[in-house]
Nanobody
Framework: QVQVVESGGDLVQPGGSLRLSCAAS????????VRWYRQPPGKQRELVAA???????NYADFVKGRFTIFRDNANDTVYLQMTSLKPEDTAVYYC??????????????WGQGTQVVVSS
């Protein structure tokens, strides 16, 4: 069993900052890639940022320079630091973890999502 849990979503004013957390637990052998997606109201889910186990990062153009994805190895958590937030960043943010379980299977696991609302 693998669980992925996100947290940190909130209501924030335009120009503000927020930090989302993603933690995976269970019978995990190795984590390969952690991705943050978001789904704005009435729109399709879109990729926001990705972090590989080699510490390579990738960002969607619409968040470059504003969002940072990073891992805290001390507590095995991946964060999405969001700054200069805009109303169009309003969405449910999902964490996706590509990992190998102890049995050797590699799969993607999703969290339940965390709501971010950017509004004055």
């Amino acid at each position: 069993q693998v669980q992925v849990v996100e947290s940190g979503g909130d209501l924030v004013q335009p120009g503000g900052s927020l930090r989302l957390s993603c933690a995976a637990s269970g019978n995990i052998f190795s984590i390969y890639v952690v991705r943050w997606y978001r789904q704005p109201p009435g729109k399709q889910r879109e990729l926001v940022a990705a972090l590989t186990n080699g510490a390579t990062t990738n960002y969607a153009d619409f968040v470059k320079g504003r969002f940072t994805i990073f891992r805290d190895n001390a507590n095995d958590t991946v964060y999405l630091q969001m700054t200069s937030l805009k109303p169009e960043d309003t969405a449910v943010y999902y964490c996706n973890v590509n990992l190998m379980v102890l049995a050797g299977d590699i799969s993607d696991y999703w969290g339940q999502g965390t709501q971010v609302v950017v509004s004055s």
